[in-house]
């Protein structure tokens, strides 16, 4: 039972990040922007597609096709900011209807472009590493590093460049960072696209580990949106533990309780944290 | 009273036109109408933005007809346990959510995780609800006619009658409170919640009014919607019902009572008039609704309304 208890764990972990990367952008956009973009799922979904299509159509090396479907999900991204984030900065209705009208439009491309039967792609890394009584497949773990690393990178880039600590001033306080020189334009239009790239390189991971279909963000934006409510909006470090949280919860939930009720788990976490620490796991004073 | 007024004249379409079309069209909007006035009212008029409303719809279908089923009682009689159920949910998520003071974007998140696990819920009680599947809805209101005794309501030009007689009723209440004290101290809060409650207004009351309100009148629709279309499923209760009723609103116009009526017909005719395949339906829809939030923040008949206004 241990063994089970602990594969779950790693499982959760690693699902977690994926969340975690999502929770990243989240909240890198709302403290910017002042929008929740929930069409970051759809972004997701572009990354992957353009992994699997690049990788098992294109017949590139994988590590390529992963760098390019970031980059195509970062111009996706800045072309989506150009011609519809711009107008709803700091407007959180207009901001969500517009881009629930974008996932619409996103999803149907997909489904013209590559129907709505699961593709899987090949196996980039197979084989699995066993650890005692657990197995995990190498993919998983390579995934994992790779969005740690990304995570790690832009924590540090936040706390040492002066780019990360106009970005930091910014999200405190607009009036005094404008003050100071910060260039509020460039810096939202470079966060919305950084955080549409950080959904790209999660979404070209997840396609070498699961199978994609056309309707996969809706989930990973609903987990992203908890995961980074849970560790208080604003808080970046805070959005990975929040994703590994919510990603344990419910592979732990789905062990003990009926799993149909799975995605019912993190919601109920949600609820009680919003309702008991409304400012999150690892908020301060708000 | 103007806006029901404006409904009257509807009432003699089915002697003038016979399309079969047109007026399940009308029906479709009618119900959605009263679904989309509901939003409204919580949201254009008490600046709440909820999620909730399209689990109180789906929950609108299942109640009734369940409380019909089993209990072997009428339309009209199952509605009632069906409307104190929604009652006393719409007052237990309401409490959480103002009592902790959640506001914006995390009332919504919290509205939509409720209806998110009340869509779980009748999702896998399978021995009540019958899962995925749905259930098949065989029964239909009945009335008494003169001179015919109880007759039921069935075929395209009762059903018309029907709702667009549920649409009036609901157009008037809503006037009827939006016009009132009530009704200003909605503004009051959407305006300034602090300054409403610097000035005495219970604003805990008024949300928790707005948002119960919003719940019954989608709840009335959802009870039409599966007995008209005589089928009732768990994706009755999604957050794509919760987030067309939305576009609706924005789309008719969020400032005028009709306005979402407005709205529903463009949404649910639109699809008929063009011949799309599915795929390019839901871009399009989605393209309508980004366009009418950069372009027309006031809505169709916002925009009538400053038209007319001009010349």
Not at chain 1, 204 to 228: D, T
Not at chain 2, 32 to 43: D, K, M, P, Q
Not at chain 2, 54 to 61: C, Q, S
């Amino acid at each position: 039972m241990t063994q089970v208890i602990l594969g779950q764990v790693l499982n959760g972990i690693i699902v977690g990040t994926l969340y975690g990367i999502i929770a990243l952008g989240v909240t890198l956009t709302f403290g910017i922007t002042g929008i929740v973009n929930f069409a970051l799922g759809q972004f997701m979904m572009i990354g992957a597609y353009a992994a699997w299509h690049l990788t098992d159509v294109a017949h590139l090396p994988y590590p390529l096709s992963v760098a390019l479907a970031v980059l195509i999900a970062g111009l996706a991204g800045f072309l989506s900011d150009r011609a519809l984030f711009q107008f709803t900065r700091n407007n959180l209705v207009n901001g969500l209807l517009v881009s629930i009208g974008l996932i619409s439009v996103i999803e149907s491309a997909a489904l013209l472009l590559y129907t709505a039967t699961p593709k899987n792609m090949d196996f980039v890394l197979s084989g699995s590493w066993t650890l005692g009584a657990i197995t995990i497949s190498r993919m998983k773990v390579v995934t994992f590093a790779v969005l740690l690393a990304v995570i790690a990178l832009t924590w540090l880039a936040l706390a040492n460049t002066w780019l990360g600590r106009a970005t930091r001033a910014y999200a405190q306080n607009p009036e005094a960072a404008m003050l100071m020189g910060v260039k509020t334009e460039m810096l939202q239009v470079g966060v919305s696209v950084y955080s549409c790239a950080l959904a790209g390189i999660g979404g070209a991971l997840y396609a070498g580990i699961y199978s994609l279909e056309p309707s996969m963000g809706a989930l990973f934006i609903l987990k992203g949106v908890e995961a980074a409510i849970l560790a208080g909006v604003g808080n970046l470090a805070g959005a990975l533990v929040g994703g590994i949280i919510l990603g344990i919860t419910e592979s732990i939930g789905a062990l003990f309780l009926p799993t149909a009720f799975r995605d019912a788990y993190g919601l109920v976490f949600l609820v009680a944290i919003l309702l008991f620490r409304p400012s999150g796991l690892f908020g301060g004073q708000k | 009273m103007s806006a029901a007024w404006l409904l009257l004249p509807l009432y003699l379409l089915p002697l003038v036109s016979h399309s079969e079309v047109l007026l399940t069209i009308l029906i479709f909007t009618y119900i959605l109408g009263i679904l989309a006035i509901g939003f409204n009212i919580v949201f254009g008029y008490a600046g709440q933005l909820t999620m909730f409303h399209g689990a109180a719809f789906g929950i609108g279908g299942y109640a009734t007809f369940l409380m019909l089923s089993k209990f072997g009682i009428s339309f009209w009689l199952a509605m009632l346990p069906m409307f104190a159920v929604i009652l006393l949910l719409s007052m237990m998520v309401g409490w959480v959510c103002f009592k902790f003071r959640l506001r914006e974007f995390y009332f919504a998140v919290v509205t939509l995780a409720f209806a998110e696990l009340i869509r779980l819920v009748v999702l896998n009680w399978n021995d009540v609800t019958n899962g995925t599947l749905g259930l098949l809805v065989l029964d239909k209101p009945t009335i008494w006619w003169p001179g015919r005794g109880v007759v039921k309501i069935d075929g395209t030009v009762p059903w018309y009658l029907l709702t667009l007689t549920a649409l009036c009723a609901v157009t008037i209440v809503s006037q009827l409170i939006v016009r009132s004290w009530i009704g200003r101290n909605f503004a009051a809060i959407r305006l300034n919640e602090e300054l409403a409650q610097t000035l005495g207004i219970n604003t805990f009351r008024y949300k928790m009014l707005a948002f119960t309100l919003s719940n019954l009148f989608a709840a009335l629709a959802g009870a039409l919607f599966g007995f008209y279309s005589n089928y009732i499923e768990p994706a009755q209760l999604s957050i794509t019902q919760s987030l067309d009723a939305i576009a609706m609103v924005l789309l008719g116009g969020m400032g005028s009572i009709l306005g979402p009526v407005v709205g529903a017909f463009l949404l649910t005719g639109l699809p008929h008039v063009i011949e799309f395949s599915a795929e390019l339906r839901a871009a399009t829809y989605g393209a309508i609704l980004i366009l009418v939030i950069l372009l027309m923040p006031r809505g169709v008949v916002g925009l009538f309304l400053r038209w007319r206004h001009v010349s």
